[in-house]
């Protein structure tokens, strides 16, 4: 039991550590401060991770952080977080692929023994990972794809961890037999961290293979979804609808987070709702804007943001608005009187209309009653925040989508909406010097280290901040350029790798035998193009209002390939997130 100063220490102790919790959550609290008054702070901390905003009228919420496809495929019910039993029962979904939680380029169920089985064991295998013990030496090709399931021309990552295997005994190899004119490719594969598996032409191919060099060992390979903590409707038949009815008030508030897709411009896509004609309902026929619709013709339109949408639409009796959270803009107006309208709730489609929706929603938040505040709505862009940070860069760009024929082909648009665009100057675009559609760098702007500028507006980057993205340069020389924001980020072209500058002008570190980093932050880790983790030296440098530089700085050029960019202010992102904002950053369009 310990004597009565054993049982103090711990007493002081346990006062300390709890001191220090409350620290970490943002709390000033002084050594000084009597004990019982930590009960107080304890009682205002969230009860968890996923603890929503306290806001009135909440009768149904949905979040598809941390679901599987796995789980839904089990029991497909979309819970209502807040126990009223508005679940939603999800029909339709493969639960694997792009219809279902998570969003997956390759199906890992299609992978295959490819030896007897007292040789190979596949010990657990999913839509997206599969566990394998090898359990003789001499086995080359373990497990494959056959080549009318796999789906060239589409880049992806996988996660593997492994026992048994060292850099360079794994790959991944598209095998093409002795009768075709293809080649054989190969991709070596990290034992033990993440690789990017390039989009392949397809040529006649045999097979896809995963070679472990004839090692005895087990591995786990696990594909990285696209879109985490989503459920993707695939826009032909998948939908949820509630068990019992959701009746709306003729005052309410409808929270709704999600990524819109759209193949066909003319096509109409119902988000959400329950009935058009009566109460509720979002949809979008194109990329450009969305629709509230508060009972029959009476609707108004919101823009969109390129990629990852928040939107809060709202009545108060004949009084409706639609807000877009992350750029604050508010379209107003007015609709007919109320009409009762008891009924069912929907998802991917509404009531009224089997128009399926094909997007990707994290999640909705519906409050009956009740017109939320600026507050409100402030609380709801936090916890997403929270909850997805590599969805919100501060400053993001992509040329995906872009051509040189394009009338706007000297502007790449800011994806967040702000306005701050990349200006391209003295681009030829042609070969060499413009959006490359084919070859090593198809969908890569290029430029041609002569006189090729490619510049931001304006603007300051905080202490901490994250810089993820796609580029590379792409020639040996030593030059005093490549991405440059004075005086807080300096990455140089070199004959040997690259040179980079960290919150500082002279804290200089060589990278060797790298040309492109997927993702920068401001404490000093970088991460390779194989998402190799790199200590660096930093400095502290105070920001100004200067502009991003790509590929100059002043008069002098360098030789790069640019994709896509984005900069995450006042966050430093782990590296999993680094990864999963990477991941979406592909995933883009510009506009």
Same mark, same amino acid.
């Given at each position: ?153 589409? %880049? ?56 472990? %060099? ?279 072209? &070199? ?16 990278? &060797? ?79």
């Amino acid at each position: 039991m310990g004597t009565i100063s054993d049982k103090l220490m711990r007493v002081i102790n346990t006062k300390e550590d709890i001191r220090k919790a409350l620290i970490s959550k943002g709390y000033d609290v002084p050594a000084s401060i009597p004990f019982k008054e930590y009960a107080k702070m304890i009682l205002d901390l969230p009860c968890n991770a996923d603890s929503f905003p306290d806001i009135e009228g909440i009768v149904a919420r949905y979040s598809a952080s941390g679901l599987t496809n796995e789980q839904m495929a089990a029991n497909p019910v979309w819970v209502d977080k807040t126990g009223n039993g508005h679940d939603l029962q999800l029909k339709n979904f493969s639960w694997k692929g792009m219809s279902g939680v998570g969003g997956y380029v390759q199906d890992f169920n299609y992978f295959k023994n490819n030896a007897t089985v007292d040789k190979i064991r596949i010990d657990e295998q999913g839509s997206n990972f599969i566990k394998v013990t090898i359990l003789t030496t001499g086995i080359g090709n373990a497990i494959y794809i056959p080549k009318n399931i796999y789906q060239f021309n589409k %880049s992806y990552f996988i996660k593997i961890s492994s026992e048994g295997y060292d850099e360079g005994d794994m790959a991944l190899s598209f095998y093409a037999p002795s009768t075709s004119t293809a080649t054989t490719v190969t991709v070596s594969l990290n034992p033990n961290g993440v690789t990017e598996i390039p989009a392949i032409k397809e040529d006649d191919f045999l097979a896809v293979y995963i070679n472990v %060099s004839g090692k005895v060992g087990s591995f786990t390979v696990e594909q990285l979804p696209l879109y985490p903590g989503f459920i993707l409707g695939d826009g032909v038949g998948d939908f949820a609808v509630t068990e019992k009815e959701l009746n709306f008030e003729d005052t309410y508030t409808v929270y709704t987070a999600f990524i819109p897709f759209q193949n066909n411009p003319t096509r109409n896509m119902v988000l959400c709702g329950a009935d058009s004609k009566k109460t509720f309902s979002m949809q979008y026929s194109s990329l450009v804007y969305v629709s509230f619709i508060a009972g029959n013709n009476y609707y108004i339109n919101a823009d969109f943001v390129n990629g990852l949408n928040l939107f809060a639409c709202k009545r108060n009796g004949n009084n409706i608005c639609i807000k877009n959270l992350l750029t604050n803009k508010v379209v107003t107006g007015t609709c007919g009187d109320w009409v009762e309208n008891a009924g069912l709730y929907y998802l991917w489609k509404n009531a009224t209309y089997a128009s399926f929706a094909k997007a990707a929603i994290a999640g909705q938040t519906i409050c009956n009653g009740y017109f939320s505040t600026d507050e409100d709505d402030e609380k709801v862009l936090d916890w997403y925040k929270k909850q997805y940070p590599w969805l919100f860069p501060d400053q993001a760009w992509t040329v995906t989508g872009k051509t040189n024929e394009d009338e706007d082909r000297a502007t790449i648009a800011n994806i967040t909406g702000n306005g701050n665009n990349l200006v391209l100057s003295n681009f030829g675009f042609a070969e060499g010097s413009g959006y490359n559609e084919e070859g090593e760098y198809a969908g890569y702007l290029v430029t041609d280290g002569v006189d090729d500028k490619i510049a931001s507006s304006d603007f300051k980057i905080d202490k901490d901040f994250t810089i993820v993205g796609d580029w590379k340069f792409i020639i040996d020389e030593n030059k005093g350029c490549g991405l440059v924001k004075v005086p807080k980020l300096f990455i140089y072209n &070199s004959k040997t790798g690259l040179d980079i500058y960290i919150n500082s002008n002279s804290i200089k570190n060589i990278l &060797s035998g790298i040309k492109g980093l997927n993702a920068v932050c401001s404490d000093g880790r970088v991460y390779d193009c194989n998402w190799n983790e790199i200590s660096v030296k930093y400095g502290n440098m105070v920001d100004i209002n200067s502009s991003f530089l790509i590929a100059n700085s002043g008069n002098i050029f360098t030789k790069m390939a640019f994709k896509n960019l984005g900069i995450y202010n006042n966050q430093l992102l782990s590296k999993d997130d680094c990864i999963k904002a990477y991941n979406y950053l592909q995933t883009l369009k510009s506009k």
